[in-house]
């Protein structure tokens, strides 16, 4: 990067990674503000141009993550739970009984590889969230000190 980054570029690039938690207070908020922080400031410096690059891929590549894990859960929970639910007692809008077969809860434990797949979804899950609060907080601190960060598990979407 740049041999002297001012404080000014420093608090921008730190904004912009620290942006990405407005996703909790405005949908898609993780993608908008800090893409308008870089496009108005990224002709400003190298530096401010790498580090909006860098959040903005990596809240892409999270996403795409998140989606794929949700295309794995979602025909896996449909599988698992197909046990306790009938299909007929779906279709049928007058009645909507879901029975458990003459199963206890302590059954569920039973369930077989269904109960895997959604315990290792569920942790990937997790992982996936503290991934994304840790690398967002360790990016933010290190660009405010002047450092150039670089996203683990980033797919490089913008150049």
Same mark, same amino acid.
């Given at each position: ?9 420093? !608090?921008?690039?730190?904004? +912009? ?6 996703? $909790?207070?405005?949908?898609?908020? !993780?993608? +908008? ?7 108005? !400031? ?13 959040? /903005? ?7 795409? $993550?998140?989606? /794929? ?15 306790? +639910? ?43 969230? +503290? ?17 150039? $960060? ?10």
């Amino acid at each position: 990067m740049e041999s002297t980054i001012s404080k000014h570029h420093k !608090n921008i690039s730190a904004i +912009i990674h620290a942006s990405t938690f407005s996703k $909790y207070l405005i949908p898609f908020g !993780n993608f +908008i503000i800090p893409l308008l922080l870089w496009t108005a !400031n990224k002709s400003d410096s190298r530096f401010i141009d790498h580090n909006g690059k860098e959040a /903005l891929n990596f809240q892409i590549s999270i996403l795409l $993550y998140s989606i /794929l894990l949700g295309i794995i859960t979602i025909p896996l929970f449909v599988w698992g739970i197909s046990d306790f +639910i009938n299909i007929h007692d779906l279709l049928d809008h007058n009645t909507h009984d879901i029975h458990f077969n003459g199963r206890h809860w302590k059954d569920f434990f039973h369930m077989g590889p269904s109960i895997i797949f959604f315990g290792i979804t569920g942790i990937l899950g997790v992982v996936l969230f +503290i991934l994304d609060i840790y690398c967002s907080i360790i990016a933010t601190i290190r660009t405010n000190d002047g450092l150039t $960060y670089r996203y683990p598990m980033t797919i490089r979407f913008i150049k």
